[in-house]
């Protein structure tokens, strides 16, 4: 959703601000544009489509300046255009601003400029700021940006610069990220995202709400929103520049794909052992009678997996919303509900909106994340981290996996707490989840020649389906997700038994089935799906153990997984669907890490 750089130093800016847009790409990827100041002035240099066009654009440009701002956008107002593009500046060319969100209010105040005599040369929402910088500014910029934020209804992040100031960044945010990055002496920086300059700095602060921090090189002071300066603490982040980059692989995909494994051990170090699972970092309600998961796509259909895994587990009811809808209902938490927000950014604006309802209705929120300092990190009463490292593709792979494993070993902790899960499973259940990163290494190594088969084969499809039942009726949302969002194949996920209620109708021949049936129990129910759909032309792709003869035989494709206890299959049976997603994408020629029309960060609705 957009992602905003600065840079102020000893150094050439827009070399320094386009490493850092790179790292942000994965945020918004349809335009993007550089300002930098010198001598009282400030040149701008922006171009609509992929940052690779504006590094073209720059090698005929001599951008000297030592101090500038940056911005990749995902538009929201205006479509993608070198006019729309940030950075904007007012009528004047004097005060220029990159921004991430979106400003409700802007027609509004675009009105009452307008009335003013200001003229706009863009459709954003966003020019209305260096135009109301500029009725406002009374020699102080900083009291000015105090004055404009005042104004403004909606989510910001916020970089401004001044013409006649070209050494100095201010930085303020409303519900939209920002850091500010401490560099080596006479360096610093401002980002959306910590990963933008992992590169030259481990030391960021993390802005709240309505703070505003003033950038030069010399110095970083952070203020309040009525405008006193404020003492923040240092946020170290042990994240190095390495696990951020692609080492090797073609695809940051791939290689998170990869990750899993490690992504797996990372997430139980210290809380699964042999006998023992320990969350004593999480202080839970001595009571909890319900449990509402709320999450958006891949983080939602993980939350999905979780209903099944902690109502079996724990016995107590769950209910999973998807967050977007929920921040607009009037939901029923009693003092003894934990709201569970599910989110690899920890930004997500409806996901954010969710969790600050359930708190003002009084419930306890626990929160899944993978970013430490992200709001969502710093809102919930409680938070366990995914430690899953940087996740950079837009498409979510290994933060679902250790979305998922954060679930078996919260099912397991509350499961035995609430006596539900007896000293002798509770063990047996704890080894089949120190078995997961081993077996998720077999399942990569095992699965990948026949998802590219398969990618092979399926390429050319215009529809697939993806069914199954109970946590596999889970798994397939995930798979069909996976399979639209990069490789634009129109798929589908039905629960198996739903088919025959109205969506048989579209089975036709040759149209690629992918039955996933790993819960022993309702491997017969899967069975005759699997015929039903097959007896219309469906070409049945079957993920599964490698003992179940009957789905092997009926099905024309299988992908084996190994075998282990029903509900802990998710995590194994996601990873070839995964990968089958990534090979299709490849094939088809699209762009894998960065899909058309989406973005990492949905911080605005
Ligand atoms: O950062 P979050 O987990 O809150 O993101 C939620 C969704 O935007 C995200 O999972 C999205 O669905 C991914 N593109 C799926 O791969």
Redesign the pocket.
């Given at each position: 959703m957009c992602g905003i750089v600065g840079y102020t130093g000893c150094k050439k800016a827009a070399p320094i601000l386009m490493k850092g847009l790179q790292k942000l790409e994965y945020r918004g990827y349809d335009s993007a544009g550089i300002a930098v100041g010198r001598d009282h002035k400030i040149d701008v240099i922006k171009k609509e489509g992929k940052l690779d066009k504006l590094k073209e654009k720059l090698k005929s440009s001599m951008l000297e300046g030592k101090t500038g701002i940056g911005h990749t956008r995902w538009a929201t107002h205006g479509r993608p255009s070198d006019r729309n593009s940030h950075p904007h500046f007012d009528e004047k060319q004097q005060f220029i601003v990159v921004h991430n969100g979106i400003i409700e209010n802007y027609q509004e105040l675009k009105e009452e400029l307008k009335n003013k005599g200001y003229q706009f040369s863009s459709e954003t929402d966003t020019e209305v700021i260096p135009h109301l910088l500029s009725e406002y500014y009374n020699g102080d910029l900083r009291d000015a940006i105090l004055k404009v934020v005042e104004k403004l209804v909606g989510s910001y992040a916020l970089a401004v610069m001044y013409s006649r100031e070209p050494e100095r960044i201010f930085a303020v945010r409303q519900d939209s990220p920002l850091v500010v990055g401490r560099g080596a002496e006479g360096e610093n920086y401002i980002a959306s995202d910590i990963p933008a300059f992992l590169e030259f700095t481990d030391d960021f602060y993390i802005l709240d709400d309505g703070e505003i921090a003033e950038v030069s090189a010399g110095e970083i002071n952070i203020f309040n929103s009525s405008g006193q300066q404020i003492n923040k603490d240092i946020f170290e982040v042990d994240w190095d520049a390495e696990m951020a980059e692609k080492n090797g692989y073609s695809h940051y995909m791939l290689k998170e794909i990869h990750e899993q494994p490690d992504a797996l051990r990372k997430i139980m170090k210290n809380r699964v052992s042999p006998g023992k699972i320990d969350l004593t970092e999480i202080a839970f309600p001595e009571r909890i009678d319900d449990i509402q998961i709320v999450?958006?796509?891949?983080?939602?259909y993980a939350g999905r997996v979780g209903k099944y895994v902690l109502e079996e587990l724990t016995r107590i009811p769950v209910q999973v919303n998807i967050a977007s809808e929920f921040r607009y209902s009037d939901p029923i938490l009693g003092e003894n509900t934990l709201v569970i927000v599910?989110?690899?950014?920890?930004?997500?604006a409806d996901?954010l909106a969710g969790l600050r309802l359930a708190q003002k209705k009084g419930a306890r929120v626990l929160a899944l994340t993978n970013v430490v300092g992200s709001s969502i990190d710093r809102e919930a009463d409680q938070v366990l981290y995914l430690r899953a490292g940087p996740e950079i593709a837009?498409?979510?792979?290994k933060?679902?996996s250790a979305m998922v494993t954060s679930f078996y070993m919260l099912g397991l902790f509350l499961g035995k707490q609430e006596g539900i899960i007896s000293e002798s499973k509770g063990k047996e259940m704890l080894q089949n989840l120190l078995c997961l990163p081993e077996l998720a290494s077999r399942v990569i190594e095992e699965n990948e020649k026949t998802v590219k088969h398969l990618a092979d084969r399926f390429q050319n499809c215009e529809h697939a389906f993806f069914i199954g039942r109970n946590t596999d009726y889970s798994l397939a949302l995930e798979g069909a997700?996976?399979l639209k969002?990069i490789s634009y194949i129109h798929a589908e996920a039905y629960a198996a038994g739903e088919l025959k209620h109205g969506t048989l109708a579209l089975v036709e021949e040759g149209v690629p089935v992918v039955a996933i049936a790993t819960r022993k129990g309702i491997l017969d129910k899967m069975m005759s799906n699997i015929k039903e759909v097959k007896a219309r032309g469906a070409e049945v792709i079957a993920v599964t153990y490698s003992d179940v003869k009957n789905v092997a035989e009926e099905a024309d494709y299988i992908i084996n997984i190994p075998e282990i206890e029903g509900i802990f299959s998710g995590v194994l049976t996601i990873i070839p669907l995964q990968l089958m997603a990534y090979y299709t994408a490849l094939k088809r020629g699209c762009n894998v890490d960065q899909p058309r029309n989406?973005a990492?960060?949905?911080t605005v609705e």
């Open positions: 999450a958006c796509g891949t983080a939602s599910v989110s690899q950014s920890g930004e997500t996901t837009v498409a979510s792979t933060a679902y997700l996976k969002e989406l990492k960060s949905v």
